[in-house]
């Protein structure tokens, strides 16, 4: 399979593109803004080469592995697309999250879209920001159940494709909630991550706050993400954290047993901001990466087991994917 694609979504410098594996980066704006806001990217599994960017101006295609791109036409154009997820199964199911908060679907593959019908807060209490779509999980199990979270309004679930919604917030540390992932199993556990904390959820109707404070240094958390054993265990789950958004420390996070313990991924240094998200595609084999949102990149080829940092840097990163090559 040889060394992944990764493409980058950076605020005010567009998208950049690596043919191997991040040491070497290209701008490709084609049909896009150079300096656009990208907050999201995604890739359809099926066909690498199609992509999705969520921009500040609404979102973007390319079907030629980013050499050039056009604008989708979406129900609204001018909202800022903030999440974006592609169903594993049934590639031209697509979701996409807004700011001001509003949850779309396609389901021919980005060509037609439809607003979803789900109650969100139009603005957060004090006013300081505007609430918008920060996550969508697709269940790995179940592509009908689909997860959102909402900075700063909570977590959204339907069961029907997102015909549906409910909403669960109940013992949550905090309703700004920044990422999801969800672990498979009897009983299944959905954990989120929040400003003040990890929360998981086993029953779809109350969270438990893991108190992560009382094991590693900082309680801001903007990642989540669930990496199965390749052996026998309940594999682990992976928290990318800082001081604060974007803060000036940064770290990853390791439990195996649902936040009872913890360990700290050695990334040869503290990260110069809170590490903002990671990027993994089950179709290339132990590549996961990760990055803060001050722009550092790091780089795992055996499934977080061990990282290094990568040369370059970028202003402020907000957006990854990885893909075949």
Same mark, same amino acid.
């Given at each position: 399979?040889?060394?992944?694609?990764?493409?980058?979504?950076?605020?005010?410098?567009?998208?950049w593109?690596?043919?191997?594996?991040?040491?070497?980066?290209?701008?490709?704006?084609? &049909?896009?803004?150079?300096?656009?806001?990208?907050? #999201?990217? @995604?890739?359809?599994?099926?066909?690498?080469a199609?992509?999705? @960017?969520?921009?500040?101006?609404?979102?973007?295609?390319? *079907?030629?592995?980013?050499?050039?791109?056009?604008k989708?036409?979406?129900p609204?154009?001018?909202?800022?697309?903030?999440?974006?997820?592609i169903?594993?199964?049934?590639? *031209?199911?697509?979701?996409? !999250?807004?700011?001001?908060s509003?949850?779309f679907?396609?389901?021919?593959?980005?060509?037609?879209?439809?607003?979803?019908?789900?109650?969100? #807060?139009?603005?957060?209490?004090?006013g #300081?920001?505007?609430p918008r779509?920060?996550?969508?999980?697709?269940?790995?199990?179940?592509?009908?159940? $689909?997860? @959102?979270g909402i900075?700063?309004? !909570?977590?959204?679930?339907?069961?029907?494709?997102?015909?549906?919604?409910?909403?669960?917030?109940?013992?949550?540390?905090?309703?700004?909630?920044?990422?999801?992932?969800?672990?498979? &199993?009897?009983?299944?556990?959905?954990? $989120?991550?929040t400003?003040?904390?990890i929360?998981?959820?086993?029953?779809?109707?109350?969270?438990?706050?893991?108190?992560?404070?009382?094991?590693?240094?900082?309680?801001? @958390?903007?990642?989540?993400?669930?990496?199965?054993?390749?052996?026998?265990g *309940?594999?682990?789950?992976?928290?990318?954290?800082?001081?604060g958004?974007?803060?000036?420390?940064?770290?990853i996070?390791?439990?195996? *047993?649902?936040?009872?313990?913890?360990?700290?991924?050695?990334?040869?240094?503290?990260?110069?901001?809170?590490?903002?998200?990671?990027?993994?595609?089950?179709? $290339?084999?132990?590549w996961?990466?990760?990055?803060?949102?001050?722009?550092?990149?790091?780089?795992?080829?055996?499934?977080?087991?061990s990282?290094?940092?990568?040369?370059?840097?970028?202003?402020?990163?907000r957006?990854?994917?990885?893909?075949?090559?």
């Amino acid at each position: 399979m040889g060394t992944p694609i990764i493409y980058l979504g950076t605020v005010g410098q567009g998208v950049w593109k690596s043919l191997d594996g991040g040491n070497t980066w290209n701008r490709t704006a084609n &049909g896009l803004f150079a300096e656009s806001d990208i907050r #999201a990217i @995604a890739v359809r599994p099926d066909n690498p080469a199609t992509l999705f @960017a969520g921009t500040e101006a609404g979102l973007y295609r390319s *079907d030629d592995a980013a050499e050039s791109w056009s604008k989708v036409d979406l129900p609204v154009n001018d909202r800022q697309i903030w999440a974006i997820a592609i169903d594993s199964s049934t590639a *031209d199911i697509i979701f996409v !999250g807004t700011c001001p908060s509003d949850l779309f679907k396609s389901e021919d593959g980005g060509e037609s879209w439809h607003k979803l019908e789900v109650e969100l #807060a139009e603005e957060c209490a004090g006013g #300081a920001i505007i609430p918008r779509v920060t996550s969508i999980e697709i269940d790995p199990n179940d592509s009908n159940t $689909v997860y @959102a979270g909402i900075e700063i309004d !909570g977590f959204r679930h339907s069961t029907d494709g997102g015909k549906t919604w409910t909403t669960i917030n109940d013992g949550l540390s905090s309703l700004d909630i920044h990422g999801i992932t969800v672990v498979p &199993g009897q009983p299944k556990t959905i954990v $989120v991550a929040t400003n003040n904390d990890i929360c998981i959820c086993q029953d779809l109707q109350t969270w438990q706050p893991l108190e992560v404070k009382q094991h590693y240094p900082w309680s801001y @958390a903007r990642a989540a993400e669930y990496i199965k054993s390749s052996t026998d265990g *309940d594999g682990r789950i992976f928290i990318g954290a800082g001081n604060g958004p974007p803060g000036n420390q940064g770290g990853i996070f390791v439990t195996t *047993d649902f936040g009872q313990s913890w360990s700290r991924a050695d990334l040869g240094m503290t990260a110069n901001s809170t590490i903002w998200n990671f990027a993994r595609n089950n179709a $290339v084999d132990g590549w996961f990466m990760a990055y803060s949102v001050s722009g550092q990149l790091f780089r795992s080829t055996d499934n977080g087991s061990s990282w290094e940092k990568l040369g370059r840097e970028f202003g402020e990163v907000r957006g990854m994917a990885i893909v075949p090559n």
